[in-house]
């Protein structure tokens, strides 16, 4: 699954803001447009987010001074660690020499690497059949491919492996409800949500593979069919049993 795309000179990002509903693809054509993406999360994930600006910086800075544009697109996500590391990456290969679109491919290819790695030493640790707990998204809308969290069951997929995955909804932004549900689906793996509300004295939980009366409902697409259930109901007390048994 890929979460952008550089070819012939244009970049292109999924829109995750529109997901799981709607699978759109936007053009960054500006510098501009590199900021927002980031700003309002359309592109989010650490290493995503890494990836982008190294070829944000790489085509905008033909019509840019690259230091006032590193500045520019750090300041989206001051907290983005992955953000200023590439444009610093950029920067330094501006200042070298380098080719910079070459150098922002490098770092995408770089992440591909990593995250194959991540994901072939975590399959080592599951064993087929294994019920999986995951938080927010860490799949590859958020790196490159595979993922890191989200990696060793994709790629296990792959493999032939099987898993129950139980993912966790993730306050504010659903990244876990609406990003990794549709990653999973997108993979083929199993997969219930959970959802925790509350502070500390409630929660719930949001399972999207029944219908209204309970049942299990096999056809049920993504986001349809969902139902908020009681903590104390009998759905909620099937799904913590079943985790409890892992």
């Not at 501009?32 to 944000?56: C, H, K, N, W």
């Not at 059949?129 to 938080?135: A, E, I, Q, S």
């Amino acid at each position: 699954m890929e979460n952008l795309h550089y070819k012939n000179g244009k970049l292109f990002i999924l829109d995750q803001r529109l997901l799981p509903n709607e699978e759109k693809w936007i053009e960054i054509k500006n510098k501009e447009d590199a900021y927002e993406a980031i700003q309002t999360l359309a592109v989010r994930g650490a290493p995503a987010i890494g990836i982008f600006a190294g070829y944000s910086m790489a085509l905008f800075s033909k019509k840019n001074d690259i230091y006032k544009l590193k500045e520019y697109l750090d300041s989206s996500r001051p907290t983005a660690v992955n953000l200023s590391w590439a444009t610093q990456r950029i920067i330094a290969a501006y200042e070298s020499g380098k080719d910079l679109i070459q150098e922002a491919i490098d770092i995408h290819n770089e992440d591909i690497e990593m995250c194959r790695k991540i994901s072939e030493y975590g399959l080592s640790l599951l064993n087929d059949g294994d019920g999986v707990l995951t938080h927010c998204n860490a799949g590859e809308l958020a790196t490159s491919k595979y993922g890191t969290g989200l990696g060793p069951l994709i790629l296990g997929k792959e493999k032939g492996y099987n898993f129950k995955v139980y993912s966790d909804e993730t306050r504010p932004l659903l990244q876990g409800a609406r990003l990794t549900s549709y990653e999973l689906e997108k993979a083929g793996i199993d997969e219930s949500r959970i959802i925790t509300l509350g502070c500390g004295w409630s929660s719930c939980l949001y399972v999207n593979d029944r219908a209204d009366d309970g049942n299990l409902n096999e056809n049920a697409p993504l986001n349809r069919s969902v139902k908020l259930v009681d903590y104390n109901s009998k759905i909620a007390s099937e799904i913590i049993q079943s985790l409890k048994a892992q």
